[in-house]
């Protein structure tokens, strides 16, 4: 991948244009989603990438895996989302 460099302006609403080469050499869309990020000094936008289903289908596979080991069972679960939730309306 290349390097690029190119200079835009931010709008009066923060607004601010991906210059098109730029756009083109991430593949970037209509609607793409950027994380901001700053250190106090400098900004960084970066692409949020959307996982793929495999990935998120061997999360839920590990995430299960480890349920069962550790004994956890899905009436714990239930029971500390409500808790949870209760908590979050007090």
Known sequence: MSSAL?????SSKGQVVIPTDI????????????????????LLLK?????????????????????????LRKSAVAKALRKIRHEGRA
């Open 6 to 10: 190119d200079v835009t302006t931010m």
């Open 47 to 71: 692409p949020m990438q959307t996982p793929k289903l495999q990935t998120f289908q061997a999360l839920i596979r590990r995430s299960r895996h480890l349920a069962k080991i550790a004994g």
């Open 23 to 42: 756009r083109k050499e991430l593949g970037l869309l209509t609607g793409a989603k950027l994380m901001v990020l700053t250190d106090g000094s400098n």
